[in-house]
């Protein structure tokens, strides 16, 4: 049983583990701020827009309601909405990770470059010449 406990700690306390926590708890936070940024910001000049249109009251009936048995409806317009949801807090989280990409493209672009050594200074024509000289004595050495 000592053992079992013990792989649990390991598993439990491990770094993975404790990151993974925090990024559930932390998108659940950002899952309501985007979910606040659609429904408070994006929605209402959305409604303006297409006239006010709820699409979540569209339905089908199916089955009228008899004495106390509520009809049965298929709430096709619910799903629509939801699907508008859906792809409204998809674009949201589409342009959010781009802008944190690009600022991760700009920061590692600026850190490549300080961090590249500099390039060898061009040798000037002087040197190039006695380089080139020194070659032809060495070779002229050899030959001998």
């Known amino acids: ?49 297409i006239g006010g249109v709820d699409f979540s009251d569209l339905t089908v009936i199916i089955k009228k309601a008899v004495g106390d048995a509520p009809a049965v409806t298929l709430n096709y317009g619910a799903f629509i909405q939801v699907i508008i949801d859906f792809m409204i807090i998809a674009w949201v989280i589409f342009i959010f990770v781009k802008g944190i990409n690009t600022l991760k493209k700009k920061e590692n672009e600026a850190n490549a470059a300080a961090a590249a050594p500099p390039a060898p200074p061009v040798p000037t024509k002087e040197e190039t010449l ?13 030959s001998k």
Do not use: C
């Open 1 to 49: 049983m000592s053992k079992i406990i013990d792989e649990f700690k390991a598993f439990a306390i491990k770094g993975n583990m404790i990151d993974m926590a925090v990024g559930i708890i932390i998108g659940s936070a950002f899952g309501k701020i985007v979910s606040s940024f659609v429904n408070d910001i994006i929605m209402p000049p959305l409604g303006v827009l």
């Open 130 to 142: 006695l380089t080139e000289i020194r070659d032809l004595l060495k070779e002229q050495k050899k």
